[in-house]
C-alpha cells in the first residue's frame, strides 16, 4: 500500500507519536476493557498500528494495516484540515462509538492517527464496576483559586502535624513547611504569604525552612 503522506518521515515525527504511548496506556486503564485505543503511524500503512490498548475488542494487534477510515480522514484532512470525528459504526457484529484524531508534526503534517473504539455491547455491570469500584483512591481538590488550593492543603497538613505528639512544637512548623514543598506548593509565590499569614510565622523563617530542605536535597 502506497502512502499518501508527502513527505519523509523523521525520527522527530517518530519519538512525537511514540510519546503519546503513556498517555494511550492510561485512557485505556480509565476507559476499560471495552475500549480499544489504537496508535496509528503514517510511515507504513501495511502496518501502521504502532501501539494497541485492548486489541481484543476488534482482534487487532500491533502491526496491523491502516483502517479505510483512517485513509478517508488523512485525505479529508488535505482538503479541510478536519483533525478528528466521532461516530458510530455498525458494521459486523459489535456495534461501537469510535472517534478518530489526527497528529501533527510541528510543519503541521499529518504523521499519525489515534483511534477509539468503544463496544456498545458492553453490560451494564462491567460499566459500573469499572468506572465506580477502584482500588487507586485519593482525594483531588479541584479549584479555579491558586489561595483556595493552597489553603485546600495547608490546614490538613497543619491539623496532622500540629496532633502529632512525636513532632517537638519547636520543629512542627518546619515539618508542615517541609510536608508541603514535598508536594511543590512552593513554586507559587503566594504560597510563602498564606503560610506565613496562617502559621504566624515570618517570610524569612520559611525561607530559612526551605534553604535547609533544599540543601538537605543535594547531599542526597
Not at 85 to 103: A, E, M, Q, T, W
Request: proline residues 4%; hydrophobic residues 40%; contains cysteine.
Amino acid at each position: 500500500m502506497k502512502s499518501i503522506v508527502n513527505h519523509e518521515f523523521t525520527e522527530d515525527d517518530r519519538q512525537l507519536l511514540l510519546s503519546y504511548i503513556p498517555f494511550i496506556d492510561s485512557l485505556g486503564q480509565f476507559l476499560g476493557e471495552y475500549c480499544e485505543i489504537v496508535l496509528h503511524s503514517f510511515e507504513d500503512l501495511h502496518h501502521s498500528v504502532i501501539h494497541i490498548v485492548n486489541g481484543h475488542v476488534t482482534g487487532r494487534e500491533k502491526g496491523a494495516p491502516v483502517t479505510n477510515i483512517a485513509l478517508e480522514k488523512l485525505a479529508e484532512f488535505n482538503s479541510t484540515n478536519d483533525m478528528w470525528d466521532v461516530y458510530f459504526n455498525h458494521k459486523g457484529v459489535r456495534p461501537f462509538k469510535s472517534s478518530s484524531s489526527l497528529i501533527l508534526n510541528k510543519n503541521k503534517e499529518p504523521v499519525g492517527m489515534i483511534c477509539m473504539n468503544f463496544a456498545l455491547d458492553m453490560p451494564l455491570n462491567a460499566f459500573i464496576e469499572n468506572f465506580a469500584k477502584s482500588s487507586n483512591c485519593k482525594n483531588e481538590n479541584f479549584t479555579q483559586d491558586i489561595n483556595n488550593l493552597v489553603l485546600s492543603h495547608l490546614e490538613p497538613v497543619k491539623n496532622m502535624v500540629y496532633s502529632n505528639k512525636n513532632i517537638p512544637s519547636k520543629n512542627k512548623n518546619f515539618e508542615i513547611v517541609k510536608e508541603l514543598n514535598s508536594i511543590g506548593l512552593f513554586k507559587f509565590p503566594v504560597t510563602t504569604k498564606i503560610v506565613s499569614s496562617v502559621l504566624g510565622i515570618s517570610a524569612n523563617t520559611i525561607y530559612k525552612h526551605l534553604r535547609v530542605l533544599n540543601n538537605k536535597g543535594k547531599e542526597n
